[in-house]
Structure formats: C-alpha cells, structure tokens
C-alpha cells in the first residue's frame, strides 16, 4: 500500500526566507506525486505534480519540487516566502494509471511578518 | 472556465438525521471523487465514480454512507443517521478521466453532527 509521511506539523518562516517542505513516500513502482495548498475555507489547489521525465519540477507561485527516488523524497521548496504562503500544504502520492490519491497529514506554514 | 462547485458549504445537523451533500464537477470530467478530511488530517478516499457508476467504494465508512451521480455529473453524497464522528469536510473532485493524474477539488462542505 502506499503512504506518504510530511514530518513536519507546523513550520514558521520569516517572510523572505527561503522554505522547504518535506514528504517522503512509500511505493512500489515509480509513483506519481504531487503537492497541494490548502487556504482556510478553500479547496485544495494543485502547485505542482511530478509524473515523470526532469526530476526537478517547477509550479505556480513560485514553488519547486526534486523527486529522488532514492531517498523515496518530494520535497516542495521556495526561495522567497511571501506572507500569503501561509497556508496548509499536503503532499500526495497515486499510482501511473490508476485514480487513486493517498495524501499526508499537511504542514501548516505560518508567515512572520 | 467553473471550478467544482460544493453545495452546502456549511452544514450543522444533530445526531441522528440525514444529510445530503452536493457535488457539481467540472464540465466534461468524466471521474468524480469524494473525499473526507478531519481536522489535523489529510483527505481520506470515500468514492470514486466513472460516469453514472462507483466504480471504487473501498474508502465508504460503512452502509449510512451512500453515494450516487446519475447523470454522470453531479453527485450527492448521502449519510444515514450521523453520528459526532462523521463530524469533517467531505471534498468533492474532479478528473477529465480516472488515469488522467491530476484531479480538481471543489471548496468542501463542512458537516458539523451535534
């Protein structure tokens, strides 16, 4: 079965400083990955999504992704944070060819002014 | 073009009663998902249909829980006799098809059983 862990609960950066967000994952065969943000009373908005080809995958607002599989890691990262980062963000895996999405707990990130 | 629309967004009912939630997907999207997320958690699978048919049920809690989307578009998720414990956000999404990778959510319908 497949799972993904984010170790961190909740992180707070200073606005400007750089962020990465860590999920690792566990599966069988290459999955597919992706990164969603979650703003209070909104849905999940897709960042960014991995299937396969450059392990470096780059997303909307700013944020980037490395895939590397040896370290079974998909770990979201922006130089710059700006204060309306602050947001819950979840990493999912799925499987090529299959419907099926297992997401992590989240991390809430928080911005200092 | 619309995103996934969610119907209500806010639902308080009290142990006990029935409640139905609405899901409209994006047009076209021929696979539709159900999710639900309790507070400090991920969204958990519920459902997921292809057209009119729920071609995965696995994730259903047990049988007070009850999906259907007859059209092949909008959905409605049913629950029998809540309890507190069905107390989440259920999340609607949506995917142009079932291998298509990326799917759509919808702004959820919190439920609050008292």
């Known amino acids: 079965a497949q799972s993904v862990t984010q170790p961190d609960i909740h992180i707070t950066v200073s606005e400007g400083a750089s962020l990465e967000l860590r999920c690792n994952y566990s599966?069988?065969?290459?999955?597919?990955l992706f990164w969603y943000v979650q703003s209070p009373g909104q849905g999940l908005q897709l960042l960014l999504k991995?299937?396969?080809?450059?392990?470096l995958v780059q997303g909307i607002k700013g944020f980037e992704a490395e895939f590397k599989r040896s370290q079974s890691s998909f770990n979201l990262r922006k130089p710059s944070v700006h204060w309306s980062d602050a947001a819950e963000y979840f990493c999912?895996?799925?499987?090529?060819?299959?419907?099926?999405?297992?997401f992590g707990k989240g991390t809430k990130l928080s911005v200092i002014p | 073009g619309a995103g996934v629309s969610q119907t209500p967004s806010n639902k308080v009912t009290e142990k006990g009663k029935y409640v139905e939630l609405r899901c409209d997907p994006i047009s076209g999207h021929t696979a539709l998902y159900w999710y639900r997320q309790s507070l400090g958690q991920g969204p958990e699978f519920l459902i997921y249909?292809?057209?009119?048919?729920?071609?995965?049920d696995s994730g259903l809690p047990n049988d007070r829980f009850f999906a259907v989307r007859p059209e092949g578009s909008v959905s409605t998720l049913k629950i029998q006799r809540t309890e507190r414990g069905d107390s989440a956000v259920y999340l609607c999404?949506?995917?142009?098809?079932?291998?298509?990778?990326?799917?759509?959510f919808g702004p959820g319908t919190r439920l609050t059983v008292l």
């Open positions: 991995y299937f396969s080809g450059d392990t």
């Open positions: 249909f292809q057209g009119t048919g729920a071609a995965d």
């Open positions: 999404a949506s995917s142009l098809t079932s291998t298509s990778g990326e799917q759509f």
């Open positions: 599966y069988g065969a290459t999955p597919y």
């Open positions: 999912a895996v799925g499987a090529a060819g299959s419907y099926q999405l297992t």
